[in-house]
C-alpha cells in the first residue's frame, strides 16, 4: 500500500482512537507514577513515528504504521472483553432494577390514577392488585395478602401481610388486593439501598488492588530500562546499525510487558465475586471487606434474633389430667388477646394455630408484674407468675421436677388456673431458627471459633447455647459493653466476624474485624455491618466466608499468571522472536484469560 495512505489511516487510529493512552500516560507521569498506559503510548509512538520519518525521507519499506494501529486495536479489544466482563458482574444489579415497576396505582380523593413511579410521594395510598409488583416501601392500610419476598430474602414461601405490616418496593403481591401508604420512595427503598450497596463494593478498591497498583509502579520503570537496553543491544551489538531492526525489538518489548492483566486482575474477580454474592443474598460493602472476611478466624453470634428467630413462641402446653386441652388453649389465648406483652402474644398467636374460633374477652384486668386477670364464658381465669397463684390462695398442681426442667431449657414458665384451680402450666421461649444448628456446624467444620455473645440470663443463653452446639457463650453483656468484648478478642490476636441484627449490636458490629448484619434486622445494623445476610439465617455467615475465600484466591491465580506471562513474554521479545502486533496480540490474550478466570466467580454454587 502506498506509504501516504498508511500514514492516513494510522493518523486517526494513533491520536484519535488511541488519545485515552497518552492522557493516561500524562497523568500517571505527572504523578511520578507509571502504569500500562505510558507503556502502550511509548510503543506506539516509536512505531508510528519512525514510519513517519521513514515516509519523510521517501523510503517505503520497514514502515510500522500497521503496527501501531493493530496494537492499539487489540488493546482496546482486550478493554471490550473488559466492559463485557463488567457487564455480566452487574447481571444482579439489572435483574434487581428490572424487577421494580415503572407505574403505580394511586388513590387520591376517591379516584384511582395510575401515575409513574418517579411521581409517587411519601403518605401517598396505593392499590396493590394481586399478582402485581410493588412499586415502592410501605406500610399495609387494608386487606390481606401473601407476599412473594424471594428477591429480597430467599425465602421460597410468600410472607402473609396484614393491616400494620411492611411492604416492600418489586416484592410481588400474590393474592389479595392491599392498599397501601408509601414509606420509602425512590433512593431511599430497601431495593435501591441493595442496589447501592453492590455497586459501591463493585467500585471501590480492596488492599490486594493497591497491591497490583504498587507492582505496576515498579514494574513499568524497569520494562522502559529493559526495552531501552535491547534497543541498544541491537543497534549497537546483535544487528550493529540495523535501526528498524533495533527498534522493532524495542516495541516488541514495550508491547509484551503492557501489564494490562496486571491492572484487570483485581478489579474483575471482586466485580464477579460481589455479584455472585449479591445473587446468593450476601451483600458486601466494600471491595475490602470481601478480601479481608477470608481471614476470619473467629465468628460470634448475638443470640435473639440471630440465632433464634427472635419472637417467643409456646413450646409447652400441660393440662391437668381431667381437663380439656382444647378448651384450656382457646381460653388462655382469649385471655391474652388483649395484653401487649411478647409472652400474651405468643400464647394467642398458638391458641389462633390450634383452635378454630376463641371465645369473647368478657373482662380483662393487668397484674402488673405477675399476669393478667380475665373473664371467658363466666369463668375467671387467672394467668402469671408461680406467686400469683400464691397470692390467691391456689395450689400448684404441676411436677416440680418438671417445671425446673423446663427453666433449665431456659424457658418462661406461666401458670393458668380456672375458678379457683391450678388447670395448666404453659413454657413460652425464644426458639432456634431452623438453619442455625447447621450453620453453627458448618462453621465449626471449617476451623472457626464460634461464640454466643447476648444480654441474656446465663442459664436461658447456656440452653440456647447448647441446643444450638455452641461451647462458648458470654452472657449478661449490656448494649455498650458488646464491643469491648469483641476488641478484647481482637486484642488476643484474634480475627473477628459479629453477627448481630438489632441496633444494641451496631457497636460491635462496627468495631469487629468483620460486622455481619441479618437483613431482617434493623437499618442501624446493617448501617454499621460490612456485609449484610439477606436471608436472615445463619447460613450465610459460612457463605459469606466462602465467597471470600473463593474470590482472594481468584485474584492471586491472575496476578500469578499475568506476572509469570510477563516475565517469560520479555525475554522472548528482546531476543527478536516476537514481532510486535504479536506481542500485542498475545497482550491483550492474557488480558482475556485474567478476564475469564475472574468470569469463573459467576458459576459459585454456595449451597
Known amino acids: 500500500m502506498n506509504p501516504y495512505v498508511q500514514w492516513l489511516l494510522a493518523t486517526p487510529v494513533q491520536f484519535v482512537i488511541g488519545w485515552m493512552f497518552y492522557k493516561g500516560a500524562f497523568y500517571a507521569l505527572r504523578n511520578k507514577s507509571a502504569n500500562m498506559d505510558v507503556l502502550v503510548a511509548l510503543g506506539t509512538s516509536a ?31 482486550g478493554k471490550v472483553f473488559e466492559a463485557r466482563a463488567k457487564g455480566r458482574s452487574s447481571d444482579a444489579i439489572k435483574k434487581l432494577m428490572g424487577l421494580q415497576p415503572t407505574m403505580a396505582i394511586v388513590e387520591k380523593d376517591g379516584e384511582i390514577t395510575e401515575i409513574p413511579i418517579g411521581d409517587v410521594q411519601i403518605g401517598d395510598v396505593l392499590v396493590i392488585r394481586p399478582g402485581s409488583s410493588i412499586p415502592v416501601d410501605a406500610e399495609v392500610i387494608a386487606g390481606e395478602s401473601a407476599v412473594d419476598e424471594s428477591m429480597l430474602t430467599g425465602e421460597s414461601l410468600p410472607v402473609d401481610k396484614k393491616v400494620g405490616d411492611d411492604v416492600f418496593a418489586a416484592t410481588v403481591n400474590s393474592n389479595g388486593s392491599l392498599r397501601v401508604r408509601a414509606k420509602k420512595i ?45 534497543f ?64 476470619v478466624d473467629t465468628v460470634v453470634l448475638d443470640k435473639t434474633g440471630t440465632i433464634t428467630k427472635g419472637i417467643p413462641e409456646v413450646t409447652d402446653f400441660l393440662v391437668s389430667e381431667d381437663a380439656d386441652r382444647q378448651q384450656l388453649i382457646a381460653y388462655a389465648a382469649a385471655a391474652e388477646s388483649d395484653s401487649e406483652h411478647p409472652v400474651a402474644k405468643a400464647i394467642t398467636s398458638f391458641g389462633l394455630n390450634e383452635v378454630e374460633k376463641l371465645p369473647a374477652d368478657e373482662q380483662f384486668e393487668a397484674i402488673p408484674g405477675h399476669g393478667i386477670r380475665s373473664v371467658i364464658e363466666g369463668s375467671t381465669v387467672l394467668m402469671g407468675t408461680r406467686k400469683l ?36 402450666t404453659i413454657a413460652v421461649a425464644d426458639t432456634l431458627k431452623e438453619t442455625s444448628k447447621q450453620a453453627i456446624l458448618e462453621l465449626r467444620d471449617m476451623g472457626l471459633d464460634v461464640i454466643m455473645l447476648t444480654g441474656d440470663q446465663e442459664r436461658t443463653a447456656k440452653a440456647i447455647a447448647a441446643e444450638a452446639g455452641i461451647d462458648h457463650v458470654i452472657a449478661g453483656v449490656l448494649p455498650e459493653r458488646k464491643a469491648e468484648v469483641v476488641a478484647s478478642l481482637q486484642a488476643e490476636g484474634k480475627r473477628v466476624a459479629m453477627v448481630g441484627d438489632g441496633i444494641n449490636d451496631a457497636p460491635a458490629l462496627a468495631v469487629a474485624d468483620i460486622g455481619m448484619a441479618m437483613g431482617t434486622g434493623t437499618a442501624v445494623a446493617m448501617e454499621a455491618a460490612d456485609v449484610t445476610l439477606m436471608h436472615g439465617d445463619l447460613l450465610r455467615v459460612a457463605d459469606t466466608i466462602r465467597m471470600s475465600r473463593l474470590t482472594v484466591r481468584n485474584i492471586k491465580q491472575n496476578l500469578f499468571w499475568a506476572l509469570a506471562y510477563n516475565t517469560v513474554g520479555i525475554p522472548i521479545a528482546a531476543v527478536g522472536f516476537l514481532a510486535p502486533w504479536v506481542a500485542g496480540a498475545a497482550m491483550a490474550f492474557s488480558s482475556v484469560s485474567v478476564v475469564l478466570n475472574a468470569l469463573r466467580l459467576q458459576r459459585v454454587k454456595l449451597r
Open 47 to 77: 512505531a508510528y513515528f519512525y514510519s513517519v520519518y521513514l515516509v519523510l525521507i521517501g523510503s517505503d519499506h520497514g514502515l510500522y504504521f500497521e503496527t501501531s494501529a493493530v496494537l492499539i486495536t487489540l488493546i482496546l479489544l
Open 186 to 230: 425512590g433512593k431511599d427503598t430497601v431495593l435501591s439501598n441493595i442496589i447501592r450497596v453492590v455497586e459501591e463494593a463493585q467500585g471501590s478498591k480492596a488492599p490486594i488492588q493497591r497491591l497490583a497498583d504498587q507492582i505496576s509502579g515498579i514494574f513499568v520503570p524497569i520494562v522502559v530500562g529493559i526495552a531501552v537496553v535491547t
Open 232 to 295: 541498544l543491544i541491537w543497534y549497537f551489538i546483535a544487528s550493529p546499525g540495523n535501526f528498524a531492526e533495533a527498534l522493532t525489538a524495542m516495541i516488541a518489548v514495550l508491547v509484551i510487558a503492557c501489564p494490562c492483566a496486571l491492572g484487570l486482575a483485581t478489579p474483575t474477580s471482586i466485580m464477579a465475586g460481589s455479584g455472585r454474592a449479591a445473587e446468593q443474598g450476601v451483600l458486601f460493602k466494600t471491595a475490602e471487606a470481601m478480601e479481608q472476611t477470608k481471614a
Open 389 to 424: 397463684l400464691a397470692d390467691q390462695g391456689i395450689d400448684l398442681n404441676v411436677d416440680i421436677a418438671e417445671v425446673e426442667k423446663l427453666e433449665n431449657e431456659g424457658k418462661t414458665v406461666m401458670y393458668m388456673a380456672v375458678d379457683g384451680k391450678h388447670v395448666a
